[in-house]
């Protein structure tokens, strides 16, 4: 699938678990990931408190989990599904009077920068 | 008329009665109308929980309406459903229709949804009436109910201290007598474990027995709704009324939840109970005090006690602290900005999303989005998420091997009584210790209910954990029904309903 | 297969969206529906609302399974996957997508000149909503804001993956539209590019001819018909031939077609590649159609262009067609008019006939001709057949047909086409040539070429109503 290398040369740290910790650099990589503005402070303080939870999960690497399945769902359901019929939409004035911003019946947003993938 | 936490004198077993259950019982037989019952329980909130903080919203008109209607199919000579009358309280990530849900965050502040949750829709058709939404920590994120942008919930036992988290509000509503019902959710402990600081019982069903449909998602494979209650027996009616398959929601059985009312009564003659290690060892002394005496309940009523240890179950924290951020991260992407909620407007729409969820979002959650997008993030996937869901596998499997030998197991439902407000905030970790002993049943999909019995040496409520394999909801209640049986009497709390 | 015959190879690969004909979207019951009022299509699911869960659709799964099928692919069990980035069409801030266990896996599709492309993948996944940029002129760089319409938003979409197995502008055509053909047969799609319906973007590096290596590759959008697909195509392979020959690398970069001034253009590029998080879906389980469902599906899809094309050749008893038939005949399936040329051969018409009249003259409406009254058209065959119409005749009636319907014996009736009996047809002839005894002495004289300006009179004096055949017969007749 075109588009989708993986963050090359942006790798936050390194890819050992449980090494010396995030760095501020890696905390302001997630953040932006995650789309959220952090402070100088924040970035800070989180890189110290998110490190010290990697560290437990790191504690992880050290299973012996060859061989083992992940579990993703914990239910054995399989083809759930439903019929292709319609059914009732939400009345369009309920839905955009909640809406920050709103023009000729669309959300309306401020100039997007980026392309989508 | 009844009032909750009536029964024999503090430190003396004996039963207790079920407010709910005799509301409703006096309601369909018209001897109490369902006006005055909510009356009652408004006039409790008012009075009350400006100290409390149970409450996020108090539905006074509305709850009189539905009271009304209740009392008119009564009139009528309707069937108003097995919870006539009955006051219930909703965490505030259900989705009631028309009424503010907030998750206890800025950024979802004065949002109503367009649509009511499954579980809702079910309590009213049962003819319960919703009195308020309460108090939770943000998204659901936390163990002390501190993590709310509308400021913490009080332990009604200690003012001074947590209720639990993250269902704080509805545990201290139900142990303060503000509401004889209330719905939470639980996704690492989150009904069980405040349920147990404030001395009240709490049950989280297997997953995907009760339906997600209008629960504002934490963490989807880790979720479930359930019941906080007085009484073992208010729970299983309860999880009887809320459950069962749900078209709207992918991951619900396609079977009906087991009907559990009827095996409250068959006791624990013959049964095995597993009282596992890794639930006791690291709880306080009191607790585990507690938890023995529990045991030695379920020996004396016939049931043969053995100590089992399950080591991976230490893995579980670890686990359950990459995969629940992992999916919460994604899960908390929506709120963005665009459609509903919180804005703050910026020169582009992406500097608008970045600025909306800094000012929305509350620093654990901002914490827990940074780690789950740091596990699934490329060249961390394998190392942290891949390998957390194995030990998922590994923890289920050893599950599996210890009830071959066991029809439930024993422990504790977290390892101290309630802390100081302000105690935990600065330390993550800490706090995420709470939950030691209850991820593991969220973790492998299992029911798990917490029973209060007994207190500390201050008085604090301890609750005790009895969980069981998938679909066993009949045998975890029948345990928790003669656990309940013999719990020494908790002395009232000091914060609660005249 | 060669750029500008410089020794440079191009390797092509397509990757086809296309929309599923459900009535409603992928995971909730909202209607699947083009060109509705904006946000009219729209519930607490495909809004992505806090505490809503999505249900898939049970007919979007068997589509996609037809697709798969018919493509040659492999049906397995497939999962979904989280797809997670930030875009204001995107309800969720997450596509729910496939990602490493996709439904379809493995299959080809061979193109009418007999090559195979292989395909990769065929896998299911939600559409997004709509953004339209307002303000700067309608450039999306100058925007002033933007608006966006959810209506579109969880409409199914099966994305089909082929290898890089493309050589050239021309095949990549022939593949689009090969590919359009088969999913408007599998009654999944309605494949129309220009509506979106159909999405293709293509995937195009270079390398030296002869080389296995693969160079670095740009995926081009905003190809919106076959036409703008080969001049894309022919426009970036020759712009990184360019490069490459003047020692410069081609980047790897989304390009946008610009239609208008014919060229590729670099999108403005993030610093980052995105960082797509997938992880599987825990609001689904995994679907695993067992061997009955699939051989229910299997059943359920109807013949493949290919194989409609094969039988028109056999129909006609032709093997290998000539390349005007096959022409003829590829038309004729492309517009799903192949019922018309195989009645007309149950009936015993000509099928040369039936196939020359379906091909060049009701194709020209498919529209129509797909509403043809087939015991009409088949007794229009046997008339011209009979001598009763000309050619030209039989045209026009068949063209009243498409556009008016009716009976032909009574169109030809009403416009005076009934044939000319032989006594007639020979005073006319007769009469022709007393008025051109120039003509005459050269046509006897042996300049048979003069038979076309004897017929043209002949024609214009019967009202097109004389056969040719029948009109050079009889002056040979008269000459002797």
Not at chain 1, 46 to 62: D, F, N, S
Not at chain 2, 379 to 404: F, M, N, P
Not at chain 3, 64 to 73: D, E, F, N, S, T
Request: charged share 25%; with cysteine.
């Amino acid at each position: 699938m075109a588009g989708e290398t993986t963050a090359g040369n942006a790798t936050p740290g390194n890819a050992t678990p449980g090494s010396a910790g995030l760095t501020r650099e890696d905390a302001a990589y997630v953040a932006r990931l995650a789309r959220i503005d952090l402070t100088d402070d924040e970035l800070g303080l989180y890189a110290v408190q998110l490190a010290t939870v990697i560290g437990h999960a790191a504690e992880l690497a050290a299973l012996d989990t060859d061989g083992v399945e992940p579990t993703a769902h914990p239910l054995p359901l399989r083809n759930v599904t439903r019929a292709d019929e319609p059914r009732p939409s939400l009345d369009r004035a309920e839905v955009l009077a909640q809406a920050p911003a709103v023009e000729d019946g669309r959300f309306r947003v401020p100039p997007i920068l980026g392309e989508a993938p | 008329m009844t009032t909750p936490g009536d029964s024999g004198a503090p430190g003396t077993p004996g039963d207790r009665s079920s407010p709910a259950l005799e509301i409703a019982r006096d309601v369909r037989a018209g001897s109490v109308s369902a006006r005055d019952v909510v009356e009652r329980y408004l006039g409790a909130v008012d009075a009350v929980d400006g100290e409390l903080h149970a409450f996020v919203t108090v539905l006074h008109d509305s709850a009189r309406r539905e009271a009304a209607a209740v009392d008119r199919q009564v009139a009528a000579g309707e069937d108003p459903g097995p919870l006539a009358g009955v006051p219930v309280a909703l965490k505030d990530n259900l989705c009631t229709r028309g009424v503010p849900t907030t998750c206890s965050s800025r950024i979802l502040d004065g949002w109503c949804p367009p649509y009511e949750a499954t579980v809702v829709e079910r309590l009213r058709r049962a003819g319960a009436v919703v009195i308020g939404k309460t108090n939770l920590d943000e998204f659901a994120m936390g163990s002390s109910t501190e993590n709310s942008a509308f400021g913490p919930t009080r332990n009604p036992h200690d003012p001074a201290r947590v209720p639990g988290g993250s269902s704080g509000g509805s545990a201290a509503a139900v142990a303060a007598g503000l509401a004889p019902l209330a719905l939470g959710s639980d996704t690492g402990g989150s009904i069980r474990q405040p349920a147990a600081l404030c001395g009240v019982v709490g049950m989280k069903p297997t997953y995907g027995t009760v339906s997600r449909y209008g629960l504002v998602a934490f963490a989807s494979s880790l979720d479930q709704i359930g019941p906080i209650t007085t009484t073992v027996t208010e729970s299983a009616v309860l999880f009887d009324v809320i459950g069962g398959q749900d078209p709207c929601d992918s991951t619900c059985l396609e079977r009906p939840a087991p009907r559990t009312v009827s095996a409250l009564a068959d006791g624990v003659e013959g049964l095995r109970v597993g009282l596992v290690t890794e639930l006791v060892d690291g709880a306080d002394q009191a607790v585990a005090a507690r938890v023995h005496e529990a045991a030695g309940v379920l020996e004396a009523g016939g049931a043969r006690v053995e100590e089992i240890s399950i080591p991976e179950l230490r893995h579980g924290l670890p686990a359950y602290y990459v995969l629940a951020p992992a999916e919460a991260s994604s899960n908390l992407s929506r709120y963005d900005g665009v459609r509903y909620g919180l804005r703050v407007e910026a020169g582009t729409a992406e500097a608008m999303n970045a600025a909306t969820r800094a000012a929305g979002f509350g620093p654990e959650v901002k914490r827990r989005i940074m780690l789950g997008t740091y596990a699934l993030s490329a060249g961390y996937y394998d190392a942290y998420y891949s390998q957390a869901q194995k030990v998922r596998t590994l923890i289920i499997d050893a599950l599996g091997v210890a009830y071959q030998r066991f029809d439930v197991l024993l422990g504790a439902t977290t390892p101290t009584t309630a802390f100081a407000l302000g105690a935990k905030v600065d330390d993550p970790w800490s706090m995420y210790l709470s939950d030691v002993c209850t991820v593991p049943s969220n973790l492998a999909g299992h029911p798990a209910i917490s029973i209060p019995f007994g207190s500390d040496d201050k008085g604090l409520p301890v609750g005790v954990q009895v969980l069981a394999p998938s679909l066993c909801e009949p045998v975890m209640f029948q345990v928790a029904a003669v656990v309940e049986r013999g719990a020494p009497v908790l002395a009232p709390p000091g914060i609660r309903a005249a | 297969m060669n750029a500008g015959g410089k020794g440079w190879e191009p390797v092509i690969g397509l990757e086809v969206h296309c929309e599923l004909k459900t009535e409603t979207k992928l995971f909730c019951g909202c209607r699947n529906a083009f060109g509705d009022e904006p946000n009219t299509n729209v519930c607490p699911v495909c809004l992505g609302l806090p505490g809503s869960l999505p249900v898939l659709n049970t007919r979007a799964v068997e589509y996609a399974m037809r697709i798969g099928l018919a493509l040659h692919c492999e049906v397995r069990p497939s999962i979904f996957h989280r797809k997670n980035y930030f875009y204001p069409d995107m309800p969720k801030d997450y596509q729910v997508s496939q990602y490493d266990a996709p439904i379809n896996v493995s299959g080809w599709l061979e193109l009418p000149d007999a090559s195979r492309v292989r395909i990769e993948r065929a896998h299911m996944e939600e559409d997004t909503g709509k953004t339209s940029h307002i303000g700067g002129g309608g450039r999306i760089h100058d925007a002033d804001h933007a608006l966006v319409d959810y209506n579109r938003a969880g409409v199914p979409l099966v994305e089909i993956v082929s290898a890089p197995d493309i050589g050239s502008s021309a095949q990549a055509r022939l593949y689009a539209s090969e590919l359009r053909g088969i999913l408007v047969a599998t009654g999944a799609s309605d494949g129309r590019m220009e509506e979106g319906s159909m999405r293709v973007d293509a995937n195009v590096s270079v390398r030296p001819a002869g080389t296995f290596e693969l160079g670095t590759r740009c995926e081009i959008k905003n190809l919106n018909s076959l036409r703008s697909l080969g001049r894309a195509i022919e426009y970036e392979i020759e712009r990184q031939v360019g490069l490459l020959e003047s020692g410069d690398k081609v980047v790897q970069q989304t390009r946008h077609w610009n239609e208008d001034e014919g060229v590729t253009v670099a999108l403005r590029s993030k610093e980052e590649a995105f960082d797509y998080r997938y992880f599987p879906e825990p609001d689904l389980v995994p679907v695993v159609p067992d061997a009955g469902w699939q051989a229910e599906v299997a059943a359920s899809i109807g013949p493949m262009p290919a194989d409609r094309r094969d039988k028109l050749a056999s129909l006609l008893g032709l093997e290998p067609p000539t390349r005007a038939r096959a022409d003829q005949i590829a038309t004729v399936v492309e517009h799903g008019l192949d019922g018309l040329v195989s009645a007309a051969a149950d009936a015993g018409v000509d099928v040369a006939l039936a196939l020359a009249r379906t091909a060049n003259e009701a194709s020209a409406d498919p529209d129509a001709a797909r509403r043809l009254d087939v015991a009409g058209f088949i007794g229009l065959l046997r008339m011209e057949q009979d001598r009763k119409l000309s050619a030209t005749q039989a045209k026009t009636v068949l063209a009243d047909m498409l556009e008016n319907g009716g009976d032909p014996v009574e169109i030809a009736k009403r416009r005076g086409f009934e044939a000319l009996d032989a006594g007639s047809l020979a005073a006319v002839v007769a009469e022709v040539v007393a008025d051109h005894p120039d003509e005459w002495q050269r046509y006897v004289g042996g300049e048979d070429k003069l038979v076309g300006f004897f017929t043209m009179h002949v024609m214009r004096a019967t009202n097109n109503r004389a056969n040719g055949k029948e009109v050079a017969a009889e002056l040979r007749r008269l000459r002797g």
